[in-house]
């Protein structure tokens, strides 16, 4: 907006009388003379003022939109608008559009600027950070500021879509830019070693900071970074500064579905693989460094891509015989207590987790063969396993689906190796009387709890299925010929079935078929 420094007196038709001080917005104008500028004054008269004679006005874009609302009003009151007035409107909307936009931009700023200092001098990741920040905002507007204007745009803006320009602009960007120059830099130079300082501080960053900011900068050159850390991973034998990288690998594969196809055609499946049997062959083993390793090696089994053949004879049964004998050992304690490890597993829970890692893994590769059935097959007891498997199905908890994404359709890990355990004999004979009845217990609530299309339902029932061919439980035989002969009947009772509705009823039938006794209970 404009301001008049003094009194002017119109000498033409087209030029506009006013007063000192009275404010002034400025319109689009076809003349060529840069000496007088097109204007319009708040009671809505509009015309041509000489520049020498106005002044940038002293008030915020928030006035200035309520001027031009103002002047708006005054002139839809009128009651004829002529065609040059039309033409004026257009252009003071248009002008209202661009200060709403630089308004939007600035409590887009804001928030980030906000957000980066609430994380810099806090233990907060990014997202808890933005949490802090709108809680905060909203105590403010609502107790402190009864009419706060900006803080009712900051509150307003939408995070997800925070430009990356703006981003860039923070204090974390510069930081992660320095970095990740310093890493590929030294990555490059096989006789200058990275120190440990800085690839703490990168951990730190890879926990806390933007997810777009790390992504952002993940991408670049093909992902060069992420082979870059794992080529120092390979080359890494102090473990002080070998933890940080798995860390900074396990934290980074889980941004982005690229990072994981990334990490699994490179050397780095291997290379852990090697790493937790030669550690465990250790005497003093580094139960610290065993963790890591199983964990980042399950983050980078869960893709949908395949292992190579190469890699799959080295992530074999060997490999899948030293999970279970971790697991089998109970005594083995807590292997990290690293603040910002939120689940802080123990070494057994994560063991189990790769196996069940590995197990969808070679299912993707083939049904047959897997090496977690075959080095199961010739246990003949495997207590831990069986008992901790049976928890997770319990609790309908699949603990690497937050690595794997979210697929309605397909069957979780866990009941996927529980199909595979129930596939032969020669590895359903882990489960005894007691473990199987309190299996059938959890099989058999969640046939009567779930309605049809409920994929857990579905699984269930193949899962008894399976339970029936290979060990022809007795156990509660009636209470499940009742919720069979339930969910056959459904059809008939909701109407037409849907595509859920008629696997379900299929498998039923196959049950019936092959264990023809079932139809003679109910």
């Avoid at 869960?302 to 005594?331: H, K, Y």
């Avoid at 529980?418 to 473990?435: H, I, R, V």
Wanted: charged share 25%; net charge negative; aromatic share 6%.
């Amino acid at each position: 907006m404009l301001r008049a420094m003094y009194d002017f007196q119109a000498p033409y038709d087209s030029t506009l009388t006013f007063a000192e001080n009275d404010l002034f917005v400025v319109l689009k104008r076809n003349n060529k003379d840069h000496e007088w500028l097109h204007v319009i004054k708040l009671n809505g008269e509009n015309g041509y003022a000489p520049a020498n004679y106005l002044t940038a006005a002293d008030c915020t874009k928030i006035e200035e939109i309520k001027h031009i609302d103002d002047i708006l009003v005054r002139i839809a009151s009128r009651r004829t608008v002529s065609r040059d007035q039309v033409a004026v409107v257009e252009n003071l909307k248009e002008s209202r559009e661009k200060l709403e936009k630089e308004l939007e931009d600035l409590a887009a700023k804001q928030m980030y600027e906000l957000t980066s200092l609430v994380r810099q001098n806090t233990k907060c990741t990014f997202r808890q950070a933005q949490g802090a920040i709108l809680e905060t905002l909203k105590y403010f507007q609502e107790n402190v500021l009864p009419i706060p204007d900006g803080i009712d745009r900051i509150l307003n803006t939408d995070t997800e879509k925070i430009p990356m320009e703006v981003r860039h602009c923070g204090v974390d960007s510069q930081h992660l830019d320095r970095l990740v120059g310093a890493i590929m830099e030294f990555a490059s130079d096989q006789e200058t070693d990275v120190s440990e300082e800085t690839w703490n501080e990168m951990l730190n960053l890879i926990t806390h900071a933007d997810p777009a900011l790390l992504i952002s900068a993940l991408e670049r050159h093909d992902c060069a970074l992420i082979l870059q850390l794992v080529h120092r991973l390979q080359a890494e034998t102090s473990w002080r500064k070998r933890k940080p990288i798995l860390a900074i690998l396990f934290h980074a594969l889980q941004l982005l579905p690229t990072f994981v196809n990334v990490a699994i055609n490179s050397v780095l499946p291997s290379e852990l693989a090697r790493d937790i049997q030669t550690t465990c062959t250790v005497q003093d083993t580094n139960k610290d460094r065993v963790y890591w390793s199983i964990r980042v090696l399950t983050v980078t089994l869960c893709c949908r891509e395949p292992l190579s053949f190469a890699q799959q004879n080295e992530l074999g049964e060997n490999l899948v015989e030293l999970l279970v004998n971790l697991l089998e050992n109970e005594s083995v304690s807590i292997a990290t207590t690293d603040e910002r490890d939120d689940e802080c597993l123990t070494i057994t829970t994560a063991a189990m987790h790769l196996i069940l890692a590995l197990y969808r893994q070679f299912n993707i590769v083939s049904l047959e063969n897997n090496p977690v059935l075959l080095c199961l097959a010739r246990r003949s007891m495997c207590d831990s396993l069986v008992e901790k498997i049976i928890l997770l199905y319990n609790r309908e908890d699949d603990p690497i689906k937050q690595y794997v994404g979210d697929d309605d359709n397909q069957t979780d890990a866990v009941s996927n190796l529980m199909l595979g355990l129930f596939s032969g004999a020669e590895t359903a004979k882990l489960f005894y009387t007691a473990d199987l009845d309190v299996l059938l217990d959890v099989i058999l609530r969640r046939l009567a709890d779930y309605g049809p299309g409920d994929k857990r339902r579905s699984d269930a029932l193949q899962l008894y299925y399976a339970i029936q061919r290979v060990k022809s439980p007795e156990y509660k035989k009636l209470d499940f010929a009742k919720c069979l002969k339930a969910i056959s009947e459904e059809s008939a009772r909701l109407g037409s079935p849907s595509k859920a509705m008629q696997q379900d009823h299929h498998k039923i039938l196959q049950i019936y078929h092959e264990f023809p006794d079932f139809l003679d209970m109910v």
